[in-house]
C-alpha cells in the first residue's frame, strides 16, 4: 500500500484525506492519505523519519510550509524557493524534493474558467503566504500583477520579488480594477463573515474573480461580482487543483479532477 499525507498543525478539518483517497478510488490505486501533526521542533526527524517509513508523499500545511523550506534534507525546487514555502514533499525520487503546488493550483483554477492570463492585467488582493503564491504564479503565466494590501510596505516588498509587479494600499484597487482582467483576493476577508476586501463598485463584467475564500463557498465578494457581471472561481478550485498538482507529481498519474472536485464540494 502506497502512503501519502499531510503534515501541519491543526490538519483535523482537512479536507485533503478525503479529496485524495477519492482519486485513488478512482485510479484503482492501492494507497491511503493520512494526517500528522508533530511537534515543530520535531519537523526535520518527521519528514526524515518519513522516507525512512517509505511515505511517497506529503503536502504541508500552516504552520510548516515555511520551515520545510529550510530543511537540509528537503531539495525544494525553483518555484517553491522563490514563493518563501513548501506546500508538497515528494519522497518518491533518490532525493526528498520539496515543491509548491499553489501558485500552479491557481493558474489551473483560472484556465478551467477560460481565464486568459498571457498579457492580462491582474490586481491581487493580499501579500500573505497565499498571496506570494498567487502573485508568482500570474507573474509566472505572463500577467502584470498589481499587488494591494492593507499594510502596503509588504506589497512593495513582495512586488520587488516578483517579475512585472507592484505594489499598492489597499484602498488603491478602486483605481486599479477599472483598466484590471482578473482579481484574486488572497487575505482572509470574507471567512465566516460577510465582508468583501473590494467596494462592490469597483467590480465589471470584464473581471474574472477568484477568492481564495472557501468558506463560505460564495463569499461577499464573489456574490458581488456575479451582480457587476463578472465570472466568478471560488475558493474549492484553488483547494481542488493544488491537490491535483500534487498527486500527478507523486502519482505520475493523470488526476480524476471531477471526483476530486465532488469529494471535496460535498464537504463544503
Ligand atoms: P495566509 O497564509 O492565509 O496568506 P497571512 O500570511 O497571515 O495568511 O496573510 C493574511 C493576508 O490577509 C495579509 O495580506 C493580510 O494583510 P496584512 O499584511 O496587512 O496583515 C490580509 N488581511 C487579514 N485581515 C485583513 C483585514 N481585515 N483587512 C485587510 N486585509 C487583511
Do not use: C
Not at 477560460?114 to 508568482?136: I, W
Amino acid at each position: 500500500m502506497d502512503l501519502f499525507g499531510l503534515i501541519g498543525n491543526p490538519v483535523g478539518h482537512s479536507l485533503s484525506p478525503p479529496m485524495h483517497e477519492a482519486a485513488y478510488d478512482e485510479l484503482g490505486l492501492d494507497a491511503r492519505y493520512l494526517t500528522f501533526e508533530p511537534d515543530p521542533e520535531n519537523l526535520e526527524r518527521a519528514i526524515d523519519g518519513a522516507q525512512a517509513l517509505g511515505i511517497r508523499g506529503l503536502n504541508v500545511t500552516i504552520p510548516f510550509k515555511q520551515d520545510v523550506l529550510a530543511l537540509e534534507s528537503v531539495a525544494a525546487d525553483d518555484l517553491a524557493t522563490r514563493i518563501g514555502a513548501v506546500n508538497t514533499i515528494d519522497f518518491t525520487g533518490q532525493e526528498i524534493t520539496g515543491h509548491n503546488t499553489d501558485a500552479i493550483g491557481v493558474l489551473r483554477a483560472l484556465r478551467d474558467h477560460d481565464v486568459q492570463l498571457e498579457g492580462a492585467t491582474a490586481v491581487l488582493v493580499g501579500a500573505g503566504g497565499a498571496g506570494r503564491a498567487v502573485a508568482f504564479g500570474l507573474a509566472d503565466a505572463g500577467a502584470t500583477v498589481h499587488i494591494a494590501n492593507r499594510t502596503a510596505s509588504k506589497a512593495e516588498e513582495l512586488a520587488t520579488a516578483v517579475p512585472n509587479a507592484r505594489g499598492y494600499e489597499l484602498e488603491a484597487v478602486s483605481d486599479l480594477l477599472p483598466e484590471a482582467d482578473v482579481l484574486v483576493n488572497a487575505t482572509s476577508v470574507g471567512m465566516e463573515t460577510d465582508v468583501s476586501p473590494v467596494p462592490a463598485e469597483a467590480l465589471h463584467d470584464e473581471l474574472a474573480v477568484m477568492d481564495a475564500v472557501y468558506r463560505p463557498l460564495e463569499t461577499r465578494l464573489l456574490r458581488e461580482a456575479a451582480a457587476a457581471g463578472a465570472t466568478t472561481v471560488d475558493g474549492a478550485w484553488m483547494l481542488l487543483y493544488q491537490g491535483v498538482e500534487a498527486l500527478e507529481l507523486w502519482t505520475g498519474e493523470s488526476a480524476p479532477v471531477s471526483r476530486m472536485d465532488e469529494a471535496l464540494r460535498s464537504r463544503l
